[in-house]
């Protein structure tokens, strides 16, 4: 049983590009959250899907993030015209019947 | 507001002492809560959660969680640390038919030779 898997494992770039990041989830995991975790401090939700579906969004969820699991399995992370404030690690976590959430390695980027 | 508290930032031991970590959360029903581990740069390790039932936990590593209802308490114990159990800890719970998980804001432990 593979874990979740995250990539790239670290992005830099220059303010105002785009980014996408990609999480695999455990095979057959139903359930997938974004949680994005700055220097510091815990992880704050970003957004789930149930299987495809996109059912919340965090208000931390601007305008310029949109995320996406289009087939059900793996889900993108994208953020246009990054802003320094954006820098911090990217976690992806899966789960399937329970509550319980399984992380993977996270994406952490730098926005220059 | 739903929300769990780490109290201490910093925790620094010796190796082969005993360590508690504490956790509280503010919830309008019981929650789902849970401790894990982050080695610097990396994700997150699951060490134990608490569903319902046994109060007391028993995790992987050695690590234990005793929930206590009274106090709104989920602290972390281990009877003895070793030097690789240096790391930082997070105490999540979670309420919302399986939705989102709120962290606390960690604890980081340094442990002494």
């Known amino acids: 049983d593979t874990g979740v898997s995250q990539n790239p494992r670290h992005k830099i770039t220059k303010r105002g590009q785009n980014v996408t990041f990609r999480c695999d989830p455990i095979s057959e995991h139903n359930r997938l959250y974004w949680y994005r975790q700055t220097l510091g401090q815990g992880p704050e939700f970003l957004t789930y899907f149930q299987n495809e579906a996109q059912l919340e969004k965090s208000r931390l969820l601007s305008d310029r993030f949109s995320a996406e699991r289009p087939k059900g399995s793996f889900s993108t992370l994208e953020i246009q015209r990054t802003e320094q404030g954006d820098s911090a690690m990217y976690l992806c976590?899966?789960?399937?019947?329970?509550?319980?959430?399984?992380f993977g390695p996270g994406t952490r980027l730098t926005v220059l | 507001a739903q929300s769990v508290t780490q109290p201490d930032i910093h925790i620094t031991v010796s190796e082969g002492a005993s360590l508690e970590l504490r956790c509280n959360y503010s919830?309008?029903?019981?929650?789902?809560l849970f401790w894990y581990v982050q080695s610097p740069g990396q994700g997150l390790q699951l060490l134990l959660k608490?569903?319902?039932?046994?109060?007391l936990v028993q995790g992987i590593k050695g690590f234990e969680a005793e929930f206590k209802r009274s106090q709104s308490s989920f602290n972390l114990r281990k009877p003895s640390v070793h030097w690789s159990d240096a790391a930082e800890y997070f105490c999540?719970?979670?309420?919302?038919?399986?939705?989102?998980?709120?962290f606390g804001s960690g604890t980081k432990l340094n442990v002494k030779p």
């Open positions: 608490y569903f319902s039932g046994d109060t």
């Open positions: 919830y309008g029903a019981t929650p789902y």
């Open positions: 976590a899966s789960s399937s019947q329970g509550p319980t959430q399984y």
């Open positions: 999540a719970g979670e309420v919302d038919n399986f939705n989102k998980f709120y």
